[in-house]
C-alpha cells in the first residue's frame, strides 16, 4: 500500500482529535435514531413480509423454510439491503466529517447528516447488491453445513448431544467450522475488495452498483493487505472491549472483597462501578466506531484518488 498503517493510524488519530465533537455527536445521534425510528421502521419492513403466513411470525422450524421461499427470500434481500444502506449511511456521516478534516474543513454534524442521506437511495443499492452477491458466496457453504446436520446430529435433540458429545456430534462441529472458517475468509477477503465502494459513492457520485466493480479495480493489487488490515482492526478492537470488559469486572469483584461487611455501601459502589461500565464500554464502542471510517478516507485518499467533497 502506498501508506503505512503507523502513518495511517496517526493521521486518522489527528482527525479524530480536531473532529471528535462533531464525530461523537452524529455517533450518538445516530445511535439514538436507530433505537426510535430506524428499529421500529425494520420491524414494520420484517411485519411487512411476514403478513403472508397465518399467524404473521414464524416459529424456529420454520425458518429456513420461509427463506427459501421466493417471498421470503425477497423480504429477506430486502430487510437486509435497507438495514445496511441505513448503516453505510451512519457510517457515510462520520467519512464526510473524516474528509473534512483531511481537506482542513470543518464539516458539522448536520452538513454531513444531509450530505451521506441525499446518498441513501445509492447506498441501499449498493447494500442490495453486495448482500446478493455475499448470500450467492455462502449458499454452497451455508448448504453443506445443512448436509452435515442432517446426516449427523438430526436424530437427536441439541441437549443430547451437549451432554453425550457423541462422535458423529464432534465430527459435524469439527466440518462445520472448517466450512465456516473458510466461508469467513471468502467474505474478509470480498470485503477488503469493496472497502472504498462507500466512500466512492460519497466522493465520487459512482452508482451503487457499480462502486462494488470500481472498489474491486482500485484495491486489486492490494486486497491481501487490506485484508490482513481488517482483520487486524476486528482483532485489536475485540481485544480494547475485553480489557475494558475485564477491568470493570475486577473492580467490582475488588469491591465485593473489600466491602461485603456493610451492605449500603457494598450497593453504593457495585451501582457506581455499573455507570462506570457502562459508560467505559460505551466510550469504546463510539471510539471504534468512529475512528473506523477516519481510516477508511484516509485509505482511499492514499490509493484511490482525491475524490471530491462538494459543498
Given amino acids: 500500500m502506498n501508506v503505512s498503517i503507523q502513518s495511517l493510524v496517526t493521521d486518522s488519530l489527528r482527525d479524530f482529535r480536531r473532529t471528535w465533537p462533531q464525530l461523537v455527536l452524529t455517533d450518538l445521534l445516530a445511535r439514538i435514531l436507530a433505537v426510535i425510528i430506524i428499529a421500529p421502521a425494520l420491524g414494520l419492513l420484517v411485519k411487512l413480509f411476514l403478513w403472508r403466513t397465518d ?8 425458518i429456513a423454510s420461509f427463506l427459501l421461499h421466493p ?5 429477506l434481500v430486502v430487510v437486509a439491503a435497507v438495514s445496511l444502506g441505513i448503516l453505510f449511511a451512519e457510517t457515510g456521516q462520520l467519512m464526510v466529517i473524516g474528509f473534512g478534516a483531511v481537506e482542513e474543513r470543518r464539516v458539522s454534524w448536520l452538513a454531513a447528516l444531509f450530505y451521506a442521506f441525499r446518498r441513501a437511495p445509492q447506498l441501499i443499492r449498493l447494500a442490495g447488491a453486495a448482500f446478493v452477491r ?5 449458499a454452497p457453504f451455508l448448504a453443506a453445513v445443512g448436509g452435515i446436520y442432517w446426516l449427523l446430529v438430526r436424530t437427536h435433540d441439541i441437549n443430547y448431544y451437549l451432554a453425550r458429545r457423541p462422535p458423529e456430534f ?18 474478509a477477503w470480498k470485503i477488503a475488495g469493496w ?9 465520487e457520485q459512482i452508482g451503487g452498483r457499480d462502486s462494488l466493480g470500481a472498489s474491486l479495480k482500485v484495491t486489486s493489487s492490494h486486497r491481501r493487505a487490506i485484508m490482513l488490515w481488517l482483520l487486524g482492526w476486528l482483532g485489536a478492537t475485540a481485544l480494547l472491549s475485553a480489557v475494558a470488559t475485564r477491568l470493570i469486572g475486577f473492580l467490582g469483584r475488588l469491591t465485593v472483597t473489600q466491602l461485603n461487611t456493610n451492605i449500603f455501601l457494598l450497593l453504593v459502589t457495585l451501582g ?4 462506570v461500565g457502562v459508560l467505559a464500554n ?30
Fill in 282 to 311: 460505551l466510550a469504546v464502542s463510539v471510539f471504534t466506531t468512529v475512528l473506523f471510517p477516519l481510516l477508511v478516507v484516509r485509505l482511499y485518499r492514499s490509493m484511490a484518488g482525491p475524490g471530491e467533497l462538494r459543498p
Fill in 134 to 138: 455475499l448470500l450467492l458466496i455462502a
Fill in 55 to 62: 399467524t404473521g411470525v414464524v416459529t424456529d422450524e420454520a
Fill in 272 to 275: 457506581i462501578v455499573i455507570v
Fill in 170 to 187: 464432534t465430527a459435524a462441529l469439527a466440518g462445520a467450522g472448517i466450512l465456516l472458517t473458510g466461508l469467513a475468509l471468502i467474505v
Fill in 195 to 203: 472497502l472504498f465502494a462507500v466512500p466512492m459513492v460519497l466522493f
Fill in 71 to 75: 417471498f421470503g427470500m425477497v423480504g
